[in-house]
């Protein structure tokens, strides 16, 4: 006899990706419940116009409250191959990255107020999760940097701002929604992205930079427990 699933599905959806304008490939992910907190895991397929054709799976860790405790990633680009182990333990978050025979290795301070940014939109879902904006309103806080080449860590700060309120055209009708822009307090605005989401904190549209012509990535499906 099977025994009863122990995890509960949160969520679950399809991102479009585009890179120029141009759609060139797809995220599917999914969000379950787990023992200690909730699991998400996602593959993303690009190709052209994307420079660099891939396939990227990942598997996140998080606590009830959505804060990333660890991250696998697996991303194949051609013949090459890179596993990259990221955890966080005792404000600590420690990295281990496989590829072509090599090893490499960080490790580096993880403070309570630290974020995690990854290639995938769930991470701005999930630092949305723990703050409150309004419109107007800002949250500034260090954020770990994770990508290629290597799924590395770089350590940045990161600003986001919430700028406007109204309703977005979504494929299953039109939600309540808040536009936000992303960037480095080092840098120009205009250097960051911009992005719409709904009153839950789910990323519905990002568009390259802050031209809402050129789409980054787009929610086409999105299941969500009752």
Known sequence: MALPSTTRLVAEGRYQIFHAGRECGEERWRIETAAAGLIATGEQRVGPPHPHPSVTEYRVTLTDTMRPTGLEILWTVGSRRLHALHAASDR?????????????????????????????????????????????GEHEFPVLRIGPPWMAVTPQRMLVRCLERGTFATPWGEVAARRYVATSPAHPEEEGYTFWADEDGWVLESCEGLDASRPWMRLTECTRAT
């Open 92 to 136: 600590t978050w420690r990295v281990r990255i496989e590829t072509g025979g090599q090893v490499r290795e960080q490790h580096g301070d993880f403070p309570d107020v630290c974020e995690v940014e990854y290639g995938t939109h769930l991470f701005n879902t999930f630092f949305l999760a723990r703050r409150d904006f309004q419109v107007g």
